[in-house]
């Protein structure tokens, strides 16, 4: 069975296809083909306690309108696990832009190693996650991160995660990102 790749316009993939020397001038041109200024899912819905530098946690409300429960069992609903570590790495990855970000360094966390991954238990549908992470280590180049999820006071994954660090210099993502952080900061406690 071959894998179906998705339909790009025929102008798009013309160009894309056919240039030699230009096919994207720049990461504003890839927008063309993959949207990168949204996810395609969002796992943190607020933002609890917010420490720039240190430490950050966050909640997931977990419904089962959830479009991955359709597949993921259809009889027996269950997180997949890997979007309950991309719901710790988004909150992780945000902690770490902002922490750099205040040291006047505007930078993209992107996830590069994830480092003794525990699943203790599955999430089904109608729990709260709660995510809480530590940056062990942070320089110019990168960050380490401890982190956990849990619902109701019981451990459901825990990792350490590393993040390398990039520039991106997309103004529409960072304008998009810039409402997201102030969305899930809107009842957040700022530990100073």
Known sequence: ??????ALPAEIANNFLHKKSDRLSSIDDTNHVINFSVMRFL?????????PGKRATGVKNVSLSEDFFDDHYPLKPIMPGVLVVE??????GLLLEESMK?????????????????FRRPVYPGAQIFYACEILQINEHGGRVSVS????????AECTLLFS????????????R???LENWLANAKHVS
């Open 102 to 118: 205040s040291r006047g360094i505007k930078i993209k966390a992107l996830m590069s190693l994830m480092e003794k991954v525990k």
């Open 87 to 92: 719901g710790m790495a988004q909150l992780s």
């Open 149 to 156: 999820a849990s619902v109701a006071g019981e451990t459901t």
């Open 43 to 51: 796992l943190v819905d607020a933002i609890l306690e917010w420490e």
């Open 1 to 6: 069975m071959r894998a179906v790749t998705p």
């Open 178 to 180: 810039a409402r997201v």
């Open 165 to 176: 660090f990039h520039e991106f210099g997309n103004p529409t993502q960072d304008a998009i």
